[in-house]
């Protein structure tokens, strides 16, 4: 007997989908009109252009939830579709109502006489169009909800307590409606799951029969209460080498080979399915699974099993394969991370009971990247081909070498007893690395940073050991490229500091633990402050002050970079707001804040919550922007161009220095770094240099500012040698924006220097 109590709830949900989509035309027409009548009430009161607005959006909404029902129902009964498909439509009703409710909402908000008797009633017309979406009970309480506290809200603000017998008497209405339409849709899905159950039960007895008529890997079986063969599908046959009539009548769990226990399971007279089981030997060895079902008359009593067989030899061997490709990385053909990660465990356990210790080594690529964006993935796939070669080649017998991912790799030493030796093939590791590679005649270099952790010293677990040998590889790689570091303690607590003051910073946030310092900006020729710079400080309430060299990476790595720099800007624009007109502010901006396309907005977003004017506002750009892999970097560099505010290229010459950024008519000023300020003083060959950046930047009609500038002897030379702003402590210290109103407010000049 099959007995279904219940559709399958996928198939339910197909129905519940079909239902809604019959009603498309009459909720698209029914919510137009009663919006065309609303815009006709209001047309008076409200701009023509919104409602017209308002009742394109209204139709375009209708119509792509139309266009998205009829593609969705456009699949068989029998379907299964998912739960995402369900919630999608209750949205897509509730994105609707609210967009529909929004007009009145607004209208009232916005102070415009509506006619709340009138618009009740269009309300309650939409609210028993509701229908359309009853059959999903959560559509339908979100529609009515959403459409009754709309009106409600936009009514007690338009008019007060004058509209609460109003709003109850909506409210009741709604209610009643609501219920009425969850009845209906309780209605619904009883007839969908009746049906559902028929068809369950048809396609069930069609199933089994297709399987005994096909006869392929699957067979048919059936055995009388004594456990003995009834009927047995020829299938069954050829895979013992039998005729099928000659296995009537035997013991199923004989026959067999009483494998697994069959007959112990077949004795419990309950369901079992999927007892695995091996036919044959050598050449002709196959592997079956077997599934059956007691048969129980009407009385009760046990009358035997009938079931299925299946031959998944196939599947078996193609499984051990996809299980050897699941261990393997496609590239290289070196075990992946999974398998490193079992390797690792192997060696682990081999550690402490010999009590010989194992290593785990990370090894990270140092300037892959480039290799990709420079010469495309074929060559830097060829390039990790080498890579692996080379790394297997160093390695031997000693252990055993696997791609984690990416650019990273790793090494399992089993016996890693010598550190001495462990880091001499750490240093032979990055010495192959470090060859030239020629690929296609292209000579590519790349370096290789290494981390290493020993088990069981270091961690008696695997997630331990990885955790050890990941912060080695992280303090390796801060040292610089080609280099390798042990685990130590002390990265644990440098990396749970930074966690603790990451949490901190989260906090930290929009409060007054952070605030800004401004160092003044100084025209070189009349020695009046023309601007300032934002410094960032944050004075924590128990560490006290922390560092932006210390701070500023971390924000940087968290991703809370974005967060911080959008309340430095929108901060540092309210604080210029109340200085004079002509004094600018400048902002530091992190090489990863151009990463994110939205940076021109959030600046848009300051500058109009400040009411300042755009030219008021510099940016301050490193070099390091274009080595930080930002490829957008230009582009949104010029959308702010666009918006008027000044890019300002700090620390020129100190790093990447690529004139080619200079012709891309971003930036409108060079701030030359204060180490070159302070060796001018002693070496001529500054000097020159300076000279070469200041006719390098008159060229292309650039603003130049010297940073560090402490003496008048070096005020003086900045000056002479084309400079046209200063700063530095000459002139001030960063200094609260009480301060800075002190000095603009009372048009304050420094002593003339020299």
């Known amino acids: 007997m099959i007995e279904e109590r219940h559709a399958p709830a996928g198939e339910v949900r197909t129905a ?30 409200l701009s023509l252009q919104l409602l017209l607005g308002w009742l394109a959006l209204i139709i375009a909404a209708t119509y792509i939830s139309a266009r998205w029902l009829n593609r969705t129902a456009m699949v068989r009964r029998t379907d299964q579709q998912p739960v995402s ?22 209208a009232a908000l916005s102070g415009a006489p509506i006619n709340y008797t009138f618009t009740g009633g269009i309300v309650a017309v939409m609210i028993v169009s509701g229908v359309s979406v009853a059959v999903i009970p959560m559509a339908v309480v979100l ?56 068809a369950a039960k048809r396609a069930d007895i069609r199933h089994l029969l297709q399987e005994y008529e096909d006869r392929g890997a699957g067979w048919l079986w059936q055995v009388d209460g004594q456990l003995c063969l009834t009927y047995v599908s020829p299938r069954m046959g050829e895979l013992l080498g039998t005729a099928t009539y000659q296995l009537l009548g035997k013991s199923l769990a004989a026959t067999l080979g009483n494998q697994s226990g069959v007959g112990e399971i077949l004795a419990k007279r309950e369901r079992f399915t999927k007892v695995e089981l091996e036919l044959g030997n050598g050449k002709s060895r196959r592997w079956v699974t077997l599934s059956g079902s007691p048969i129980i008359d009407e009385d009760g009593e046990f009358q035997g099993y009938r079931g299925v067989g299946l031959d998944i030899t196939d599947s078996k061997s193609s499984h051990a394969k996809l299980q050897h490709l699941a261990n393997l990385d496609v590239l290289t053909g070196l075990p992946n991370r999974s398998r490193v990660r079992t390797l690792l465990d192997t060696a682990l356990g081999d550690a402490k009971e010999k009590g010989v210790p194992c290593a785990i080594m990370f090894l990270d690529l140092d300037g892959f990247k480039p290799v990709n964006d420079t010469f495309g993935h074929p060559k830097g796939d ?121 949490h901190d910073m989260r906090q930290a946030i929009g409060t007054d633990q952070f605030n800004l310092l401004y160092q003044p900006l100084v025209s070189a020729q009349t020695q009046r402050v023309t601007g300032f710079e934002a410094l960032l400080r944050w004075n924590h309430p128990t560490r ?168 008048a002897e070096d005020f003086n030379r900045m000056r002479d040698l084309g400079c046209h702003q200063i700063q530095g402590y000459l002139f001030g210290r960063p200094m609260p924006i009480e301060r800075t109103r002190e000095i603009v407010g009372s048009k304050w000049e420094h002593r003339l220097v020299g």
């Open 16 to 45: 519940q989908l079909a239902i809604l989509s019959r009603f498309t035309l009459y909720s698209g027409v029914t919510q137009t009109i009663c919006a065309v009548v609303f815009a006709i009430l209001e047309r008076q009161s």
């Open 85 to 106: 498909k369900i919630h999608i439509a209750a949205i897509d009703g509730a994105v609707r109502a609210g967009l529909w409710i929004a007009m009145p909402v607004y």
């Open 143 to 198: 529609w009515v909800s959403i459409l009754a506290a709309g009106l409600s809200f936009a009514a007690y603000h338009g008019v007060g307590a004058a509209a609460l017998p109003g709003i109850a008497i909506l409210g009741a209405f709604a209610a009643a409606a609501m219920v009425g339409f969850l009845l209906l849709a309780r209605s619904w899905q009883g007839q969908i799951d009746r049906a559902g159950v028929l």
């Open 382 to 502: 060829a390039v990790l081909k080498t890579v692996a070669r080379r790394l297997g080649d160093v390695v031997g017998n000693r252990g055993t070498v696997g791609r984690i991912g990416g650019d990273e790799f790793a090494v399992v030493v089993d016996d890693a007893q010598s550190r001495v030796g462990v880091e001499a093939l750490a240093e032979k590791l990055i010495g192959a690395v470090s060859e030239p590679y020629m690929i296609d005649n292209v000579q590519i270099r790349i370096g290789l940073s290494i981390g290493c952790a020993y088990g069981p010293i270091d961690g008696d677990t695997v997630d331990d050991l990885v955790r050890k040998a990941d912060l080695a590889l992280y303090h390796s790689k801060s040292l610089g490229r080609a280099t390798f570091c042990n685990f130590d303690p002390q990265m644990q607590v440098e990396a749970e500091e930074r966690v603790r003051l990451e």
């Open 544 to 711: 006290g002050p922390i560092s932006p060299a210390v701070f500023i990476p971390i924000a940087e790595e968290s991703g809370l970079i974005e967060e911080l720099g959008s309340w430095v800007l929108h901060q540092a624009c309210m604080d210029a707001a109340t200085w004079p007109d002509d004094i600018t502010v400048a902002v530091n901006v992190s090489p990863l804040q151009l990463v994110v396309p939205a940076l021109p907005n959030t600046v848009s977003e300051a500058l109009r919550k400040s009411r300042m004017s755009a030219n008021r506002l510099e940016l301050e750009v490193t070099e390091s922007v274009f080595m930080s892999g930002a490829g957008n970097a230009i582009d949104v560099l010029k959308r702010l161009r666009g918006l008027g505010v000044g890019i300002a290229l700090d620390d020129f010459g100190t790093g990447y220095s690529s004139l080619g950024y200079l012709n891309k008519a971003v930036f409108h000023k060079l701030k030359i770094d204060g180490s070159f300020v302070r060796e001018a003083a002693t070496r001529e060959e500054t000097v020159s240099i300076i000279q070469a950046i200041v006719m390098l930047a008159n060229s292309f009609r650039l603003l130049i500012t010297a940073e560090g500038v402490e003496t």
